[in-house]
């Protein structure tokens, strides 16, 4: 599959960098992705950068590095977030969470959101850093406008 179009960024373990990974995010808006499905991978991608910076980067040096890369074929998107977490179950977490999200619910909400709007969920331990692969189907339904 020959990508259309490709996108790689390297943020400091820090909340105020959402604003920089989002802004080159942008550039992914518009076709081959409608309105709709940019707006649920900009969602995605800042639950993933918040959950790296909260959880998987919790008390470790602000300059270490997450790397993100953004890649878009003809039918999918493909966002990867690099960590340096400790390893960590996606699937088992996922399994455990309930499939609607409580109000009350102290943790966990970015997670299932991330499930009900990716196509496909799946982090992987890769020397000594962790990857997260989100997919994306285009809704062929919905217009770009």
């Known amino acids: 599959m020959q990508p259309l179009h490709k996108a790689f960024l390297q943020v400091n373990t ?7 990974v989002l802004s080159c995010f942008d550039q992914f808006k518009g076709p081959p992705l409608s309105d709709r499905d940019w707006l649920q991978c900009q969602l995605i991608l800042a639950e993933a950068f918040t959950n790296a910076v909260r959880h998987a980067h919790k008390d470790r040096p602000v300059e270490l590095l997450i790397d993100i890369e953004v890649i878009t074929f003809a039918t999918q998107i493909e966002i990867r977030l690099w960590d340096w ?3 960590f179950n996606l699937a088992h977490t996922l399994e455990r969470l309930p499939l609607t999200f409580a109000q009350e619910a102290e943790g966990g909400r970015g997670l299932q959101l991330m499930r009900k709007l990716a196509d496909s969920l799946s982090y992987t331990r890769t020397e000594h850093r962790n990857c997260l692969l989100i997919v994306k189907y285009y809704d062929k339904g919905s217009s770009n406008t």
Not at 14 to 20: F, Q
Request: hydrophobic letters at 40%; charged letters at 30%.
């Open 14 to 20: 820090d909340l105020n960098a959402l604003a920089e």
């Open 85 to 87: 977490g400790d390893p």
